[in-house]
């Protein structure tokens, strides 16, 4: 269904495309003009991408906007783009904060201006992509694309260990996405072996039921790749590191943007794929889930950087999205995505607070901070205001996120509810310790003296992060009004468990049965 | 005896692009004795032509169904003219990387261009038969020609030596052929593929263990002219020796040949024996992907690291060999048609940046090139990205393919080891791109072979890279569909 009789998604997913190439043709000395082209052009992407909202039907649960043509039809791929309530937010959540990360840019990044906002740009489509592809190959296409520019983004704008940071955040992520390009590989020839049919379509795969062995193999491998992404303790290694060494816009990005790759791979694939064997792993991933919120906020109470204690806290946060994720309710998937939001907007706005005093003062030590009330009130109030939607208090997004998923885990499993309840109140900790000796108590550091308050650039950008902060905070139906059908019918899917009795396990492909026996 | 009794006209036409080839070979030196000592590019030219022509020639012979000729010795169907094209544009980008460097290496002489058009021929030949003896006849010609083109440096002591190297164990490899061979003739009474099998496969026992080792003694010969482990050992010395534009050559261009002739060999003539030599392929394949990766961590030179990676890229192709099913053969296919682009683009920037001597292409040496050389930062990115199979690019195709094909035929372990040497050659691809962006700006001097042909050259491997890894689907239908065997 294609309600607009256009193509927009490939609107929204290429403008950026053309702007690197409008950028690449600039003269690399004129930043100005470089810095302005950028961002116009993915604040009209953002534009662009708004009629998504308001032409979006949300009584159903069809892909919506589709767009079809064949790519490579000899092997059933095919350019399939197309949206649901799942990924409506999430391609928005993209297109509104590039232009912010962006923005929050211009005074950073001094240095190869031109060569950063075209990989600014480019990440931009590769990210988009993910979203709104509905062919599972194109989908990985996207998915590998898309870390490229990442890479480069951190190796070279990066802090002084960048390039271990680099290394480390690509090996791991694309270790991860080789399983997934096996399991693809498997999936594809699978479903030709039951279905007669050579088809990536992410649809027609996620509504065919799958023998039970197999199935667990390729949860496995599809898990694998996307828990690297999320990610979920104990795969988040790389995320610290990655942050840290990433320039703020990279951070806003990483954290608002690239790990809701993972958490929706699970929503796309391993639920509804997969349901039987969602189902076995249900506890499993909610015991890592659970690691993953206390693990990631113990870490963070210890922390002296500020950076990475946001960072650690984007491990406890992700936490909950899969708990509620993997609740298996229709509340709980709500508030898995609702949580993936917010965090794109709490986190990122938390990194580019970060952002904003490290350009002036050079440091992220908490210890070299204290009484930044009085030295630059508004930073402060916009300070707590994010500190106090990451700690989930009520009327903030936040709390509507959290809220959601404890509920929604409550209804299915209790006990896991329960426990994962208490890490609201250590994040309380962590976040309330920083904050207070940030911002309050007298000033430590004499250099302090010379901050100077937001700008009108940083006004610019910080605004309409508050402004979604209490949006969601106060009235979520907006948003959650939009997600249902498609949550509903996704918990439908899981509910079936989908395993046809009349398909055996054992495998034959046409050919070749008499070298498999051999090998084995 | 009448000669025209046995060959006719259409024998003639049935192998035209190699006697294009020939031609302009003979064209070459011949027009070289004339040619005065600055005007030597010509040479280059004519040799451009003939590969063009040769082009033009199997495009127009594609699809015309398969032809056999000179009694059944040489067969031209839709996979050789496909090897041929692959072949023709290797040679096409290997002697546009040429032109400058044999001006500056002072190597301009015409022989260096007939060489590259005669071993061509061979190496067509070599991919166009069911006849061992003829194959044996190729490989030979083409290996002399590949010595010749390793040492052509002649007061460069690591190309003599890498030439000698080569000599020698290509000796070795060729006795093995020939041992083979000849058991395979004693046991069977022929040399043509199609007969080998039919009798093999009706084969007593012990005559079937037999021909069984008078196929290992002919892989080995193969084995060693596409680099597989534990034929392997000649390859980085001889690269990095080897003047770069046919170490770019040899890295792409004879593999080729070798790899078709290789399943013909295998798809055809060991039909019989085929549950034993996908177990061996299965080995070799993964001991070959693992062991060029593993290695290639540790260089410090970009031509023995591109070495190192055509090895494992040889394991990456047989893994498509042993899935033993016509997509694991179009697969390989493509995935030579791609490798020309990136693997010859590698090289071409790994020229940029030489110096007289034919040095200073250690990786270092790459420092800050995408900033002073935007351009080809971004294309040496491309080709590294894409020999590593990431995508968009060709290199991550040309894998999907062959590792789906593992897939299907059930190979889900090989398939697995595959992937996961991707992620660990990542690595090594990746430090180059490090290098190029990000220690440092460059205070070193590029480009002493500033010129317009190598530029092209370097644009042309990274556009094809691109554009077939975004549009495969041309391409890919003709490699599934030159697959008739």
Partial sequence: ?520 | MNFLAYYSVNDLIAIAPQLILTIFGFIVTLVDLWLPKTEKSANAFIALMGFILAGIASVMMFDTGSTSAFVGMVITDNASLFIDLVIIIAGILAIAMSVNFVDREDINIGEYYSIILFSSVAMMFFASTYNLIVMFISVETLSIGMYILTGFLKNKSESIEAAMKYFILGSFASGFLVLGIGIMYGLFGSVDLNIISLDLAKAAAIYKALGILAFMLIFIAFGFKIAAFPFHAWTPDVYAGAPTPMSAFMSVAPKAAAILALMRLLVVGMHPIQIEWTQMLWIIAAATMTFGNTVALWQKDLKRLLGYSSISHAGYMLVGITAASSLGYGAVLFYLFGYVFMNLGAFSVAEYISKKGDCNTEIANLKGIAYKHPLIGVAMLIFMFSLAGVPPTVGFIGKYYLFSAAVQSHLYWLAIIGVINSAISAYFYLNVVVTMYMKGDAEGEFSVLNSGLLKTTILIGAVGTIIFGLFPSYILSIALHSIAF
Wanted: a positive charge.
């Fill in chain 1, 1 to 520: 269904m294609n309600q607009l009789h256009f193509p927009i998604l490939s609107t929204i997913v290429f403008i950026p495309i053309i702007g690197a190439i409008l950028v690449s043709l600039i003269d690399s000395k004129k930043e100005g003009a470089i810095r302005w082209v950028t961002f116009i052009v993915l604040l009209l992407d953002f534009i662009v991408s708004l009629p998504l909202f308001f032409y979006f039907n949300s009584s159903t649960y069809q892909m919506q906007f589709v767009e079809k043509v064949p790519w490579i039809s000899s092997l059933g791929m095919n350019y399939y783009l197309g949206i649901d309530g799942i990924s409506l937010f999430l391609v928005l959540l993209t297109t509104f904060l590039s232009p912010i990360a962006q923005l929050s840019t211009w005074s950073g990044i001094t240095q190869k201006t031109k060569e950063f906002n075209i990989v600014l740009l480019l990440l931009q489509t590769g990210m988009l992509g993910v979203f709104v592809s509905l062919d599972i190959f194109l989908f990985y296409v996207f998915w590998e694309f898309q870390l490229i520019p990442m890479y480069l983004m951190i190796g070279i704008w990066g802090g002084p260990n960048r390039v271990f940071a680099t290394m480390k955040f690509f090996l791991y992520t694309f270790f991860g996405s080789v399983f997934m390009l096996v399991a693809l590989m498997a999936l594809y020839f699978l479903h030709h072996t039951y279905y007669h049919e050579y088809t990536f379509n992410m649809v027609t795969l996620m509504s065919q039921p799958l023998p039970v062995n197999l199935q667990f193999w390729l949860f496995i491998a599809f898990a694998l790749a996307f828990a690297i992404k999320v990610p979920m303790w104990p795969f988040h290694t790389w995320l610290p590191w990655a942050h840290v060494e990433a320039p703020t816009a990279g951070s806003v990005i990483l954290a608002g943007i690239l790990l809701k790759m993972g958490t929706y791979g699970f929503l796309r694939f391993n639920l509804p794929m997969f349901a039987s064997m969602t189902h076995q792993f249900v506890d499993i991933i909610l015991i890592i889930s659970l690691i993953g919120i206390f693990y990631g906020a113990f870490v963070a109470m210890v922390q002296p950087d500020i950076k990475k204690l946001v960072a650690y806290s984007s491990v406890s946060h992700l936490g909950y999205s899969m708990l509620g994720m993997f609740a298996l309710t229709t509340i709980g998937i709500e508030g898995s995505l609702m949580q993936m939001i917010n965090h794109g907007i709490s986190t990122g706005a938390l990194f580019l607070i970060v952002g904003i005093v490290y350009e002036r003062m050079h440091t992220r030590l908490i210890s070299e901070y204290g009484g930044l009330a009085s030295l630059v009130p508004i930073f402060s109030v916009f300070f707590m205001i994010f500190t106090l939607s990451s700690i989930a208090v009520p009327g903030t997004n936040g709390f509507i996120g959290e809220f959601m998923v404890l509920f929604g885990t409550f209804e299915s499993h209790k006990v896991f509810a329960i426990i994962a309840a208490f890490g609201g109140l250590f994040a309380a900790v962590y976040m309330l310790t920083m904050f207070k000796r940030v911002v309050f108590l007298k000033p430590l550091n004499p250099k302090l003296l010379s901050l100077t308050d937001f700008n009108i650039r940083e006004w610019i950008y910080m605004v309409p992060l508050v402004v979604f902060v209490f949006w969601i905070g106060i009235y979520p139906n907006t948003f959650l009004s939009k997600m249902h059908a498609s949550v509903n019918h996704l918990v439908e899917q899981t509910k079936v468990t989908n395993v046809n009795p009349s398909l055996n396990g054992k495998v034959s492909f046409d050919n070749k049965v008499i070298i498999k026996k051999a090998l084995n």
